[in-house]
């Protein structure tokens, strides 16, 4: 008796780990998506849809809820059998919070002459928004200060450089043109 029980328990213990969101005829990888951001900003995500049917199908993915704030590209295709599709989710919140939401990907088959009943699955999305910073600087001007602050480092440094080659401090220097 013991030992079924420790076999179911192993049996569900390697279906329950890292199992991809499934369903008739579709698998998703990753099976949710996370986004941590500041509001007012942009991010994307992607996903991979795959057809595991045993038949072309066509896919229409839509959101739940939050529309405006989330996009999805291409929000329909075809897919052969075995063929995959990279799936773009962008995000654009526009206010704080935490915001949650389905991506809701329905298969439905090409042949319509057959009964004909459409499979899909939800794959979860939060959205952890943060409060926009007061000031944000454009990408180049990041990448400049990085330059600039990069630079007086390297300034500074040769400054000691020469100073410990003469064997003088830094105060010694600025005072000595005072002495005279």
Known sequence: MGKIIRTFILAGLLLAVAVPAA???????????????????????????????????IFNL??????????????NFRLEVGQKRQIKVTASPAAEGLLATNLSIVAQDLDRRAFNVAAGVKVPIVLQVKPAPAFLLPVWAERTALVLLLLAGAVIIALLVVLLKRKRTGWEVLTSKFKK
């Open 23 to 57: 369903a008739a005829g579709i698998s998703v990888k990753p099976d949710r998506l996370n986004f941590i951001m500041p509001a007012g900003q942009t991010a994307t995500q992607n996903l991979v849809v795959e057809n595991i049917s045993a038949s072309p199908v």
């Open 62 to 75: 839509y959101f739940d809820e939050l529309t405006g704030q989330l996009k999805v590209e291409p929000d």
